[in-house]
């Protein structure tokens, strides 16, 4: 970091101390995650339109492959910059340049679901071109660091090396016009070999010196700012109801349960005391970031899920009841049962977690069979946002001790 915090000058890029006291994400980091809140009210927003069009399973496969391009470029550029974010001019512009490769991204969100949903070709040019513009910007970044710090260089260079090996597939992906199966064809390893790099370089000698509390703190920034984007989007879908029908009993209701659903889910996420499982067991670092793709994908299929149940309510959607229902539903399971595992990937296995998310599971089960019996949509989601609040009730009552022993047996072991 620059001595002088009022300039920012040219900063060897030394390694942060992983050990740093009140380390807290940086106003760069938390301008660079106002980026990824369009790109995830975009492929939120497509998503809903695609259920309620009754385009399910094109709509999925559009969704998935947006945010893992989403997501993953999130995750790596986190983690680079707590142990190597110097706050310096170039830091900042190579930073700034990722923030255009998302917005770029975000831009071809669009044509992706658009092509895929009328099955033809794949649209995919603008969405990889942006994320193939934020993986280089970090290559410059890891290159960068290798120089500079002769400490992590070889880990440093692993990271460069696997990174750009990999972009020259996604230029190919990107040059290539394809249909949907030779996309996937094509997609899926690269995917693969995305998602196996912080594996193998850091498996070698020294891992880089990421900060434990800062990157928990990171992650838990990025959930709330996806947490945030399931209200907006449907209070306002809820809004423009209400300006053309006005408020109805099963408007309000949906509205309520909306915002008790996602509030739900912010308190079950922060439930884990991810920062000090974390400087407890470092080595568990990259099954956190993994763990958490599904969690965050989790949420904004929730967001999009939600926009499908206003839809229904106004009458624009082509699909049944329960459909919206389960819309919701099972985006919310995956939620739950990925942050169970995170859980006992960091923790250890819990008994009583693991029966809390069979609970959800089934509870969220009955809202769409209460669907598929005739039940109102507003009823099956005050149901499930029911099920959600007697977990944490349940959680503040005696799930909390077992996650104090089990940090306090971490501590123990690290010492």
């Not at 009022?6 to 980026?35: I, Q, W, Y």
């Not at 309520?256 to 670092?285: C, K």
């Not at 509870?363 to 109102?376: S, T």
């Amino acid at each position: 970091m620059s001595t002088n915090p009022l300039r920012h000058t040219l900063s060897r890029m030394g390694g942060r101390d992983p050990h740093e006291k009140h380390r807290a994400s940086t106003p760069l980091e938390l301008f660079f995650d106002l980026t990824f809140v369009i790109a995830f009210g975009v492929a939120g927003s497509q998503f809903a339109h695609a259920i309620a069009e009754a385009h399910v399973w094109p709509g999925l496969l559009a969704f998935a492959f947006a945010m893992f391009c989403i997501i993953w470029a999130w995750i790596n550029f986190s983690w680079f910059a707590s142990a190597y974010d110097t706050d310096d001019w170039v830091f900042r512009l190579v930073t700034m340049v990722q923030m255009v490769g998302v917005l770029v991204l975000a831009m071809g969100i669009e044509p992706l679901f658009h092509s895929i949903i009328e099955g033809n070709h794949v649209d995919n040019a603008t969405m990889v071109a942006g994320y193939i513009i934020m993986r280089v910007a970090l290559i410059f970044q890891w290159l960068r660091a290798a120089r500079q710090d002769p400490a992590h260089r070889q880990v440093c260079l692993r990271y460069a090396a696997y990174l750009a090996i990999v972009q020259v597939g996604w230029v190919a992906v990107l040059l290539v016009d394809a249909n949907i199966p030779t996309m996937l064809a094509m997609a899926a390893p690269l995917f693969i070999l995305e998602v196996m790099i912080p594996y193998t370089a850091e498996r070698k000698g020294t891992g880089t010196p990421w900060h434990a509390h800062h990157m928990a703190e990171r992650f838990g920034l990025l959930a709330i700012i996806a947490l945030g984007e399931c209200l907006l989007g449907a209070i306002e879908t809820l809004r423009a109801i209400v300006a053309i029908d006005g408020w109805s009993v099963e408007t309000a209701l949906v509205g309520l349960s909306g915002t008790g659903l996602a509030f739900a889910m912010w308190w079950i996420y922060f439930v884990l005391p991810s920062g000090q499982a974390l400087h407890a067991r470092r080595d568990r670092g990259p099954r956190f970031g993994y763990w958490h793709m599904p969690v965050f994908a989790a949420i904004a299929a929730t967001g999009a899920g939600l926009h499908v149940a206003a839809y229904f309510i106004a009458h624009e959607t082509h699909i049944s009841a329960t459909i919206a229902v389960a819309s919701i539903a099972i985006p919310i399971a995956i939620f739950q049962i990925s942050l169970t595992s995170l859980y006992t990937s960091l923790l250890g296995v819990d008994r009583s977690f693991v029966w809390v998310a069979a609970f959800v599971v089934a509870g969220l089960g009955a809202g769409v069979g209460m669907a598929a019996a005739g039940v109102p949509v507003s009823l099956c989601m005050l149901e499930m946002m029911i099920v959600l609040g007697l977990v944490i009730a349940f959680d503040e009552r005696s799930s909390h001790k077992g996650r104090a022993v089990a940090i306090q047996r971490l501590e123990s072991a690290a010492s």
